[in-house]
């Protein structure tokens, strides 16, 4: 569970953690406020002896960026920041006794490794991986690694480093020892085939798709198509004994009746939080990609393949290509509703009877964030729609303030907006006004430590949740690359 504590209270806590986890105190390099002298600002990075992890190809690219943004300093120290932030203080690589790559992610300040998280903290240095051998095998880690994970327990969303017995193991679920919580959530499968599709496309590596992927796939098939609930919705049980609604599964644990519309249910949010109506919208679309994507992949292997092996990967991909046919079917007749003001928008949750959530939440699989995940083309005039819909007061999880303006959720609660909304709406942005007004905030709302918070205040940014966010960290060099070629250098120098 990601603990909900502003700056005071997360001094300590920090504290704690770096100090059992690190030979150094990393909590000061963190939290400290940084104010620029002559104009320079100090690095936050930790001393090169310090970094976990280090690669010249993200060297070189942060060098390059720094470059071209001399006439913003302060954008291109929060750069330098945060775009290696995932590689020095999270990366956890290793070889293995047999000679193959294996690669542990923490997600910053908690010592366990998620699923999604992972598959999007190192996902910006794909690109770069045929530049750098060494970034190339880590990358290479971290996916037979979330192969391994799956396999080990398929309803697990986030794992320990070995069977440790860390993390939620009084939880009513089936706990293994090395899993740290077991939240069943549809993203934590898509995120991982996300990334080894990428990798594949870019490196032209395919040793990845071994005895472990196959693995991997079937139990994800297995999974999807029991979530579908058209036999039964007890597959999976989860209880939390918790003062936290959103920790727990209602419904004795196996969440609310959904009808079986060909819809896959998921029981929690990206956020970690408990779904409301199963049918988690933005998940379902990423589940479509995610199956086209294995479909693909599975189709490659089957040329390279026996006879046996041939047909068992071509088995395989077709029932992929069918579930995320059913799918996208199902988000055709139920994802829809026609808002009186916005005209027809995607919901957040559904179940099938006709009840719908109109919200949108944070955390990535998001409403806002389907344009960026490439779930939905960016000119689709439903999701124009519902981008708009989302970025407002009619959002129950939208706030604005004095500090800034952004989706959050219940997570965090009221009033505390998620720069990683704001980062979805500037991906997603077809304005430079827009892009300018997004780039702005999140420049203006880092409390002056350098870094991207979890969540601020929306009328005071000093106060703000987790100092340490890997994610959000890398995700925000993610989005100045992308700026930048896209031709908005001159626009970043401007703000």
Known sequence: MRKTIFAIALMSAMSAMAQKHAEVDVHARYTKVVTPVNGKYESKRPPVAERLFTSEAVEKKIKEVQKLLKKNPKLAWMFANCYPN???????????????????????????????????????????????????????????????CINIDRYANAYNDGPTGAGWQKDDTEMKA???????????????????????????????????????????????????????????????????????????????????????????????????????????????????????????????????????????????????????????????????????????????????????????????????????????????????????EDNPCFFRGKAGEGIGGPHIGYDMPWPMSIMMKCFTAQSDDEIRWCMKTLLNTDAGMGFIHESFHKDDASKYTRAWFAWQNTLFGELVIKLINAGKVDLLNSL
Request: a negative charge; proline letters at 4%.
């Open 178 to 392: 090395e899993v740290f919580e077991r939240k069943y959530e549809i993203d934590s499968f898509c995120y991982p085939i996300r990334l080894a599709y990428e990798y594949w496309k870019v490196t032209g590596d395919d040793s990845i798709f071994g005895e472990d992927w196959m693995q991997a796939i079937g139990n994800i098939l297995k999974t999807f198509h029991e979530q579908q609930r058209k036999e039964t919705a007890k597959a999976y049980h989860f209880t939390r004994m918790t003062d936290r609604a959103f920790d727990t599964v209602g419904w004795d644990g196996f969440g609310a009746p959904v009808k079986p519309v060909g819809l896959i249910a998921s029981l929690f949010r990206p956020s970690d939080d408990a779904t409301i109506l199963p049918f988690l919208i933005p998940s379902n679309f990423m589940a479509v990609s995610a199956m086209n994507k294995a479909a693909e992949i599975l189709k490659h292997v089957a040329e390279k393949s026996e006879t046996e092996q041939k047909n068992k990967a071509l088995g395989i991909a077709q029932d992929c290509s069918a579930l995320a046919a059913e799918v996208k079917d199902a988000l055709q007749k139920y994802a829809v509703y026609d808002h009186p003001k916005y005209g027809k928008i995607y919901a957040y949750e559904v179940d099938g009877f006709g009840n719908r959530l109109l919200m949108d939440d944070a955390n990535v699989p998001s409403l806002l964030g389907m344009g960026y995940l490439g779930d939905v083309e960016m000119n689709d005039p439903i999701y124009q729609n519902t981008r708009r819909f989302v970025w407002s």
């Open 86 to 148: 995932t590689l020095e203080s999270t990366v956890h690589y290793r070889q293995l006794a047999n000679g193959d790559d294996d690669t542990f992610v923490y997600t910053g300040d908690i010592p366990a490794m998620w699923l999604r998280d992972s598959g999007a903290q190192v996902w910006p240095y794909v690109a770069l991986a045929n530049k750098d051998e060494k970034l190339k095998k880590m990358l290479r880690g971290v996916i037979l690694r979330q192969l391994k």
